[in-house]
């Protein structure tokens, strides 16, 4: 069954410091990879997505991701971290080819200190 | 703001009843996705319609049903309701089967 893992439950950053969220999923064919972030309270906001292509994508807020098929990985990226870029961040896969239903993995919960 | 709208923002209510959850996709958009979104289960998929026709469960329980309607908006309704049933219902949105889903505010259900 496909299924996503995100190995770290909390992480936290310096703010101006680099990020790096890590993102494994298990999926037999070509995955859709997607991240999504959530601020508390609020729902999910899409931060960028792999459908095919180019192996690194570019999304809002200055986030980025590297699709490894060699590695089943799709780990987040940030080059100097925000304060406002504390939330918990979601890493999904399409069901199947069509993407229909997202697989979720558990979260990172990323804090920020000053 | 993701253009998808989700009512009630808060549900309270109490075990054994019954409770109804609205969306309203973004313009144009003909699919509708159900999640549920709890501390144990994390975010899980329940189930999804395209314009109109029932497409693909996930883990959705018998006691739960939806539909969409001929204006595109879906409903997500919960009968008999455990205190587990508490958690975030998430609605999304997209243009066409497979593409890129956009999500609502959510609707936070607490059964007592």
């Known amino acids: 069954a496909q299924s996503v893992t995100q190995p770290d439950i909390h992480i936290t950053v310096s703010e101006g410091a680099s990020l790096e969220l890590r993102c494994n999923y298990s999926?037999?064919?070509?995955?859709?990879l997607f991240w999504y972030v959530q601020s508390p309270g609020q729902g999910l906001q899409l931060l960028l997505k792999?459908?095919?292509?180019?192996?690194l994508v570019q999304g809002i807020k200055g986030f980025e991701a590297e699709f490894k098929r060699s590695q089943s990985s799709f780990n987040l990226r940030k080059p100097s971290v925000h304060w406002s870029d504390a939330a918990e961040y979601f890493c999904?896969?399409?069901?199947?080819?069509?993407?229909?239903?997202?697989?979720f993995g558990k979260g990172t919960t990323l804090s920020v200190s000053s | 703001d993701s253009g998808v709208t989700q009512t009630p923002k808060h549900l309270i209510t109490a075990t054994g009843q019954r409770v109804t959850l609205r969306c309203s996709p973004r313009?144009?958009?003909?699919?509708v996705y159900w999640y549920q979104q709890s501390l144990d289960q994390g975010l899980q998929f329940l189930i999804q319609?395209?314009?109109?026709?029932?497409?693909a469960k996930g883990n959705i329980l018998e006691r739960f049903s939806a539909q969409q309607f001929p204006d595109l908006h879906s409903e997500l309704n919960l009968s008999s309701l455990e205190l587990g049933d508490s958690a975030l219902y998430f609605c999304?949105?997209?243009?066409?089967?497979?593409?890129?889903?956009?999500f609502g505010p959510g609707t936070r259900l607490t059964v007592l």
């Open positions: 999304a949105s997209s243009v066409e089967e497979g593409g890129t889903q956009y």
């Open positions: 999926y037999g064919a070509t995955p859709y």
């Open positions: 792999y459908f095919s292509g180019d192996t």
């Open positions: 999904a896969v399409g069901e199947d080819q069509a993407g229909t239903a997202l697989i």
């Open positions: 313009s144009g958009d003909l699919s």
């Open positions: 319609y395209y314009n109109g026709e029932e497409r």
